[in-house]
């Protein structure tokens, strides 16, 4: 018994093999594949491309040799950019659509940003509003069509406000309409906002809306309220 207990003990201290940044390469390479049948034929048109530019230059300067061996990671970077650009766009695409997309494409902002997990408005029908905390102030984004969103946006940036009456909040409308913006643009314009605060001061906004709490009533098709989070604050209060 006691050697089945060190066993199950070493098997539990084993930590998980990091994957290869090669495994990562393939791993999406397979993934736009699957979107871009195409990108195989772009990646290897790139990558020749670039190659017979570094040959050209090198006959031409009589050199050719030390032109391949220049070009080869040049065609090889230009390639890895290509897919870069493509998976990111395959990514976006297999996600659009789904609710919390927004979400996930705000996960890639950048520039001390802070954004909640969990939406702070939502109806029944999975429209959704996210909110987000940074030098440039308050920033909430929703996702759903702009008829419906349009209120929920007004009523959540009465409650910002509300809280901190001198403080930066804009909205943006996330979607295919007109006015909105798309899915893959989210994030660059998030960070493209301009800076309005200082860190301390972003990171003081952020503790003072944790008094706004989050998603209310009414809970949206094919969330288990058993599984759902507690407001405990509100729970105290009654």
Known sequence: ??????????ASSKKPKKQRWYHQVWAAYQMTRRQDPM???????????????????????GHWIYATVVGLPFALLGSMF???????RAAYTQIEGQPGAVRAALGTVRGGWNFEDEPVSVNRQQDLVF??????????VSEGPSHRVQRMLADERKR???VLPN???????????????????VARKVQ???????????????????????VKLPVPKGVDPLNARPDRKGMRGR
Not at 82 to 88: D, F, G, I, Q, Y
């Open 82 to 88: 290509v897919l870069t650009r493509k998976a990111e």
């Open 1 to 10: 018994m006691a050697r089945t207990k060190s066993d199950a003990g070493e």
């Open 167 to 185: 403080v930066p909040v804009t909205t943006i409308q996330v979607g295919s309409e007109e006015g909105q913006v798309a899915l893959p643009k």
């Open 39 to 61: 990108v195989t034929w772009i990646m290897l048109a790139v990558f020749l491309g670039i190659l017979a530019i570094a040959l050209l230059i090198g006959f031409l300067a």
């Open 160 to 162: 910002t406000v509300r």
């Open 192 to 214: 493209r906002m301009k800076k309005q605060l200082t860190r301390a001061e972003a990171a003081e906004i952020g503790k003072r809306l944790k008094a706004l709490g989050g």
């Open 131 to 140: 909110r987000g905390i940074g030098r440039p102030g308050v920033v909430l």
